[in-house]
């Protein structure tokens, strides 16, 4: 299978910022373990980044005309509580999306308890630090 990792805003910063939540690990160290583990398994991935909602929004329409994937792991940090653009983009391509999230967002602060990109990914994983992205993949597989 190939995948598109994505993701979002404030995760360029991860292993800087805090790091007892997220880990010492930067997002280029994270996407090193992941492409390992994807080649290890047969499979090939792709890596994108922004802090700019709407250039999400672009990479999964993109993803989706140009079939350039079969899934996507989608870590969209803070917009995953509000970004409505997101979640209709998300709902308008015909390729499974996995939310992914380091943290367990539900042992944190209130607002992140919700999500408003859950109802229309085939799947949540959070709570295991970089491996989370992991196990989205081995689900998306099976």
């Known amino acids: 299978m190939k995948f598109l990792v994505i993701n979002g805003v404030n995760l360029n910063l991860t292993g800087m ?21 994807c080649e290890k398994n047969g499979d090939s991935v792709e890596f994108y980044q922004s802090n700019v909602e709407g250039e999400l929004v672009n990479k999964l329409h993109e993803a989706y005309l140009q079939k350039s994937c079969d899934g996507i792991l989608l870590n969209a940090g803070a917009f995953t509580h509000y970004s409505y653009a997101l979640r209709d983009a998300i709902a308008a391509i015909n ?8 943290s367990n ?38």
């Open 95 to 102: 390729i499974p999306v996995a939310e992914v999230h380091m």
């Open 17 to 37: 910022r805090e790091q007892g939540v997220y880990g010492t690990a930067t997002l280029e160290q994270i996407n090193a373990n992941i492409k390992a583990f």
């Open 105 to 142: 967002v539900h042992a944190r602060e209130s607002f992140r308890h919700s999500s408003v990109i859950s109802e229309v990914c085939k799947g949540v994983v959070c709570g295991f630090g970089e491996k989370s992205y992991l196990a989205a993949i081995v689900a998306l597989k099976n």
